[in-house]
């Protein structure tokens, strides 16, 4: 069974860090590009960051571009999002996501990646 187990959620203050991990089972991720969306409180989901499946290419949402940075332990089929400088505005529930077909792409980020296998998500709320 494909499986993606997102972890490292928690409180933060602003200007604070946060490592998520986003840990799969079931398949590999050289056969997946992978993605981190992001739900606040009564927003839609947004695409924040996405890693093709050979770990050369990332993209980034424009509004963490420069703060966080996502990356991909292929030996261990785990992908991480680094959370930096975080902001009030970071706050929600972050899911990881994974998909053998569609690849990552800044239009498919901006469109919310649209992923098939999806994580339970991961809690961050950063106080200002």
Do not use: H
Not at 91 to 106: E, F, L, M, Q
């Amino acid at each position: 069974e494909v499986q993606l187990q997102a972890s490292g959620g928690g409180f933060v203050q602003a200007g604070g860090s946060l490592r998520l991990s986003c840990a799969a089972s079931g398949f590999t991720f050289d056969d997946y590009d992978i993605g981190w969306v992001r739900q606040a409180p009564g927003k839609e989901r947004e695409g924040v960051s996405c890693i093709n499946r050979s770990g050369r290419s990332t993209y980034y949402s424009d509004p963490v571009k420069g703060r966080f940075i996502i990356s991909s332990d292929n030996d261990k089929n785990t992908v991480y999002l680094q959370m930096n400088s975080l902001k009030p505005e970071d706050t929600g529930v972050y899911y990881c996501t994974a998909d053998a077909r569609r690849r990552c792409s800044p239009p498919r980020l901006r469109d919310g990646l649209g992923y098939d296998v999806w994580g339970q998500g991961t809690l961050v709320t950063v106080s200002s």
